[in-house]
C-alpha cells in the first residue's frame, strides 16, 4: 500500500495496480488483503480461531516425546573415522561398556591405609552395579595420592537409568568414606549423567523466564494491562504446538532432538513470533488511526505489513533448512526444528494473532485507544529526528557506523574455536571436578585413552608406530580378537588441546602408513577433532547458502539488485562485529577458553536471517513511500514509522536470546550473548543510522534496476 493509497483510504486491492507501480510491484499486497479480509470478518475470524484452537489441541495432545540418541558420535557423519572406530569397538567386549570412573583423592596428600582399605569395600559394592560383576582393581597414581577405580557399565543403557545408576555409585563412594577424602564419579558414564542432569527443569527456567521477559517487555512497548496478553498468548501457543509437530517429526524420521536443540527452538519461536505479532499491531494501530472500521484496518494491516512478515519468516525458514547440507547431526536438528517453529510463529502471527485482534476490538489498546483522525505521532517523534540527523550528515554517519562495526570486529583477532570436556560447563558439575583430579595426579589423557583399532597380524608394527609418535605419553595393547587389535593411547596433552589434536593427527598418519593394518584412530580427543573440521566444513558450505537464499529472497522482494547486497552486506559486517565483541567479552571478561566450534554457524545463520528481517521491515515501507515521496523522503519517513517498532523487537530479540544464559552450557551462553549482542547492533545502529545514510547517499539507485531507480525523484 502506497502513502498516497493510504491517504485516498482505499488500497490497491480495491483500485487494482498502482498507476506508479505499472510492473505490479504490490501483487503480494492483494494476497494479504484477501488473508485479512477473512481472518477479520465478523464470523470468519471465529472460524479461524476454532479451527486454530482444535488443531493445536490436537498437535499438543498427539506430539509425545521427541526421538533421542544415547550414541556420543550420533551427531558425526557416518564417514569419520572416530565414528568408524566406535562401530568398531562395539564388535569388541569393552565396546559395549560405557565405564564409570570413580577418583579418590585427599587433596594432594598421599592417601591413608583407611582410604585404600575403603576403596577396597567400594570395589566389591561396585561389582553390584557393573556390567558382568567384575571391577578391575584399583589403580594408585605415581604420587600415591589418588586412585581410580573403573566400573563398566553397559554402553546401551538410557539415560535415565544411567543417573540412577551414577547416582547410586556416587553414594556407595560416598558412605564410609574416611575424613578428609573424596571420591567423585567421572568418566562417560559421570558425564553422561551429569549432562542430562543439568538439564532437569533446565529448559522450563528458560520458558519460563522468556515467558516473563516477553511479557515484561511487552507492557512497557503497549502500555496496557491487556493487550499483551493477546499476543503473548498466541505465540506462547505457537510454541508448545511446534514442540509437538517436531516431537512427531523427529520420531517418523528418527532426527535426534536434544534439550539444547529445544531450548534454541523455543527461544527463536518467542522471539521471532513476539516481533512478528509487533509489527501487525504496530500497522494495525497506525490503520485504526485512518478508518472507523476495525475489520477494514486490519485488513489493510495484513494487506501492507503481511508481505514483510511473510518475507522475513520465508527468508529465516530458507535459512534454517540450509543447515540439511551440514555433515554435523547436531546442526541438521536445529535446522529442521527451528523451520518448523519459524513456520509455525508466522502462521500463527499472520491467521491467529489478526483473528483475535479483530474480535476483541479496539477497546483492547485501552487507556491509549487509537482513533480514526488521530495524528501519528511516529512521524514527528524521535526516530524522525534521528532521520533529520542521517539527512544533514549522511557521509559522516555512514563513515562513523562502519568504525564502530569495524573496532568490535577486532576482537575476533586472537580468537580460538573448540572447548574442551571440562570447558563445557557452566554449572560445577562432579564428572569435570574429576577428570581435573586425574589431570593433577595421572598423565593428561589417562583417563579417557585414544583408542587405535586395526586389523589383528599387524599388533607389533602398530604399537611401535604409535610408541614413536611425539605427544604419546604411554601405548598397550588392550584388546585382541581374531580379526581385530585394539591399542589404548595416553597422550601428554590435556585432552581437547591443539597439542592433542596435533598429536590425533600425527598418529593417523603414521598408522596409516603401517602396510596391511587399515587402522584407525578414535576415542574422545579423535571425536572432538572430528566434531572440530566438521564445524568447520559446515561454516565453509552453509555460510554462503544462507547468504543465497537471503539475496534472492531481498531481490524477489524488492526488485532491486543494490538494496539486497546493501542489506546482505550490512548484516555480515553486524555478525562480525558481535562475534569479535563476543569474543572479547568471553575471553577478557568471563574467562571462557574459547568459543565453542558450534557457535560461529549457528550465530552467523540466526544473525544474518533474523537481522535481515529488521532490514526487511525498513526497506519494504521505504519502498512503499518511495513511490510518492522519493528514495530519500521515503527512506527517512520509513525510519520514523516503524523506528519505535523495530527498536521495541529488537531489544525484546536480544533479551529473548540473552535467557538462553539460563541453560548451563557455554555454548548456548555464547550463542544468547552473540546473537543478543548482534541483534542489538542491527537494531540501534545498521538499521537506524547505517543503512538510511546509505540510501539517502546513493538515492534512487539503492532500487536499481526496478522503476524506482528511473524516478525523477530522490
Known amino acids: 500500500m502506497t502513502a498516497r493509497q493510504v491517504t485516498s483510504g482505499r488500497t490497491d486491492t480495491e483500485t487494482g495496480d498502482d498507476p506508479a507501480d505499472p510492473a505490479g510491484d504490490h501483487r503480494p499486497t492483494r494476497i494479504g488483503g484477501r488473508i485479512g479480509a477473512i481472518v477479520s470478518g465478523r464470523w470468519s475470524a471465529w472460524v479461524v480461531l476454532l479451527v486454530a484452537a482444535v488443531f493445536s489441541a490436537a498437535v499438543i495432545l498427539g506430539g509425545g516425546q521427541a526421538y533421542e540418541s544415547t550414541d556420543p558420535t550420533a551427531a558425526l557423519p557416518d564417514t569419520a573415522e572416530s565414528v568408524q572406530v566406535a562401530e568398531l569397538q562395539r564388535q569388541l567386549p569393552s565396546g559395549q561398556l560405557n565405564p564409570a570412573l570413580v577418583v579418590y583423592s585427599r587433596g594432594g596428600q598421599p592417601l591413608t591405609a583407611d582410604d585404600e582399605a575403603a576403596i577396597a569395600a567400594d570395589a566389591a559394592a561396585f561389582s553390584a552395579e557393573a556390567a558382568g560383576g567384575q571391577v578391575s582393581p584399583p589403580v594408585f597414581s605415581p604420587d600415591r595420592a589418588a586412585a581410580l577405580l573403573a566400573v563398566p557399565l553397559p554402553a546401551d543403557l538410557d539415560t535415565d537409568t544411567t543417573i540412577a545408576t551414577v547416582e547410586r555409585l556416587r553414594a556407595t563412594a560416598a558412605d564410609g568414606l574416611p575424613a578428609g577424602a573424596t571420591a567423585q564419579v567421572s568418566g562417560g558414564a559421570g558425564f553422561t549423567a551429569d549432562i542430562a542432569s543439568s538439564f532437569d527443569g533446565a529448559n522450563f527456567r528458560l520458558l519460563l523466564v522468556t515467558v516473563v521477559v516477553v511479557a515484561l517487555l511487552l507492557i512497557v512497548t503497549y502500555r496496557s494491562p491487556w493487550l499483551w496478553l493477546v499476543p503473548l498468548a498466541v505465540v506462547g501457543t505457537a510454541d508448545v504446538v511446534t514442540n509437538g509437530l517436531i ?128 495524528a501519528d505521532p511516529a512521524r514527528s517523534g524521535i526516530w524522525a529526528r534521528v532521520g533529520g540527523l542521517v539527512a544533514r550528515r549522511p557521509r559522516a554517519v555512514l563513515a562513523g557506523s562502519l568504525a564502530v562495526l569495524a573496532l568490535l570486529a577486532l576482537g575476533l583477532s586472537d580468537a580460538r574455536l573448540g572447548l574442551s570436556r571440562t570447558e563445557q560447563f557452566r554449572v560445577q558439575a562432579e564428572s569435570i571436578d574429576g577428570l581435573d583430579t586425574l589431570a593433577r595426579h595421572f598423565p593428561a589423557g589417562s583417563a579417557d585413552p585414544t583408542s587405535v583399532i586395526g586389523k589383528a597380524g599387524s599388533e607389533q608394527p602398530l604399537l611401535t608406530a604409535v610408541q614413536d609418535t611425539p605427544g604419546v605419553a604411554s601405548a598397550r595393547v588392550a584388546e585382541r580378537t581374531a580379526e581385530l587389535v585394539a591399542i589404548d593411547v595416553v597422550l601428554d596433552a590435556e585432552p581437547d588441546s591443539t597439542a592433542s589434536f596435533d598429536t590425533i593427527r600425527e598418529l593417523r598418519e603414521r598408522v596409516d602408513d603401517v602396510p596391511a593394518a587399515d587402522a584407525l584412530v578414535g576415542g574422545t580427543v579423535a571425536s572432538n577433532l572430528d566434531t572440530r573440521d566438521a564445524a568447520i566444513r559446515d561454516l565453509k558450505v552453509v555460510v554462503p547458502l544462507v547468504l543465497v537464499v537471503v539475496l534472492l529472497v531481498l531481490i524477489v522482494l524488492l526488485r532491486s539488485l543494490v538494496a539486497p547486497l546493501v542489506l546482505v552486506t550490512t548484516v555480515v559486517a553486524t555478525y562480525f562485529a558481535a562475534l569479535g565483541a563476543g569474543n572479547f567479552l568471553f575471553t577478557k571478561v568471563l574467562d571462557y577458553a574459547a568459543l565453542d566450534t558450534s557457535v560461529p554457524l549457528l550465530a552467523f545463520l540466526f544473525l544474518v536471517a533474523l537481522g535481515v528481517d529488521y532490514n526487511i521491515f525498513l526497506a519494504t515501507r521505504a519502498r512503499e513511500e518511495a513511490f510518492t515521496l522519493g528514495t530519500r523522503k521515503g527512506m527517512l519517513t520509513s525510519l520514523a514509522v516503524t523506528g519505535g517498532v523495530i527498536t521495541s523487537a529488537g531489544i525484546l530479540l536480544a533479551a529473548v536470546f540473552a535467557v538462553l544464559g539460563v541453560l548451563p552450557l557455554v555454548t548456548l551462553t555464547e550463542l544468547g550473548i552473540i546473537v543478543g549482542l548482534g541483534v542489538l547492533l542491527d537494531t540501534l545502529l545498521v538499521r537506524t543510522l547505517l543503512v538510511p545514510a546509505i540510501a539517502v547517499t546513493v538515492g534512487r539507485r539503492f532500487w536499481w534496476p526496478s522503476a524506482l531507480a528511473r524516478a525523477k525523484s530522490d
Open 247 to 374: 516431537a512427531m517429526l523427529s520420531r517418523a524420521i528418527e532426527l535426534p532432538i536434544d534439550p539444547s536443540t529445544t531450548g534454541i527452538v523455543d527461544v527463536l519461536v518467542f522471539g521471532a513470533g513476539t516481533n512478528y505479532a509487533l509489527l501487525l499491531i504496530a500497522r494495525y494501530r497506525e490503520e485504526l488511526r485512518r478508518v472507523d472500521d476495525r475489520r477494514e484496518a486490519m485488513r489493510r494491516s495484513l494487506s501492507s505489513a503481511g508481505p514483510a512478515i511473510a518475507a522475513s519468516a520465508a527468508t529465516v525458514c530458507l535459512s534454517l533448512l540450509t543447515l540439511l547440507t551440514a555433515v554435523l547431526g547436531n546442526d541438521r536438528a536445529i535446522g529442521v526444528a527451528g523451520a518448523v517453529g519459524l513456520a509455525v510463529a508466522a502462521t500463527y502471527g499472520l491467521v491467529v494473532l489478526p483473528a483475535a485482534l479483530s474480535v476483541c476490538g479496539r477497546g483492547l489498546f485501552w487507556p491509549f485507544v487509537p482513533r480514526a483522525g488521530q
